[in-house]
């Protein structure tokens, strides 16, 4: 016990570098705040496990890993969750991640524009659906992109609502066999797009065995396809 007491307090274990990657939101200085990590401290003296735990707890850290060297170094590598949507939560814009959960509030001069979601009370079950277009999107299974979206709402009335800033149409996907549904919109969609009609819609909804098209302007009837 008295030599682990010496080997902790002599210089020749004292912190000489340490090595942190992996980060982009997160600052090297914060890392290294929250790690405990001051200039000349015995790194035999830092418990790894605890440095593990309190990156952890930090609302952008998906997973850390941390190593000690000996003599005098300790090397972090972080991994940061990737901000996916931004919602609103009791009165502040926070960042979610690709299937709704809050990792953090939205900070000036960090924001960055993502499209907003919205779920009803009860639809939270439903969340899921929100990686699976984004995997859609990825994989080029849907005829528009990520960034055209402006915002995503989950409702009871009309399952995923999916609002594009261009062309200006909002799209309505039945949350019950959505895969099915988002299929047959982009069947309406692609024969739309060949009949050079797609400018005129505002709306298409797709639930159950049908796809209906609604014109834009309130003038203007639904279509069945």
Request: hydrophobic share 40%.
């Amino acid at each position: 016990l008295a030599g682990y007491r010496w080997l902790t307090t002599v210089n020749y274990f004292a912190l000489q570098q340490a090595e942190v990657s992996g980060f982009s939101r997160l600052s090297e200085e914060h890392i290294r705040q929250v790690a405990g990590l001051t200039p000349g401290v015995n790194v035999l003296s830092l418990s790894m496990d605890r440095m593990r735990a309190e990156l952890s707890r930090e609302p952008w850290v998906e997973a850390v890993t941390v190593k000690r060297v000996l003599p005098g170094t300790i090397q972090i590598e972080v991994r940061e969750k990737a901000p996916s949507y931004l919602v609103q939560y009791q009165g502040t814009l926070y960042y979610a991640d690709e299937v709704g959960r809050i990792i953090d509030k939205v900070e000036p001069g960090q924001f960055v524009s993502l499209p907003q979601i919205e779920v009803e009370a009860g639809m939270e079950k439903h969340l899921p659906i929100l990686a699976d277009l984004r995997r859609a999107v990825a994989e080029h299974q849907v005829p528009f992109d990520f960034g055209q979206i402006a915002w995503l709402r989950l409702s009871w009335g009309r399952g995923l609502e999916i609002r594009l800033m261009e062309p200006g149409i909002v799209l309505c996907l039945g949350s019950q066999n959505w895969r099915r549904n988002l299929s047959r919109m982009n069947m309406v969609w692609m024969d739309l797009r060949r009949r050079g009609e797609l400018d005129k819609v505002g709306l298409i909804t797709a639930e159950g065995d049908k796809v209906w098209v609604e014109k834009r302007g309130a003038g203007d009837a639904p279509q069945s396809s």
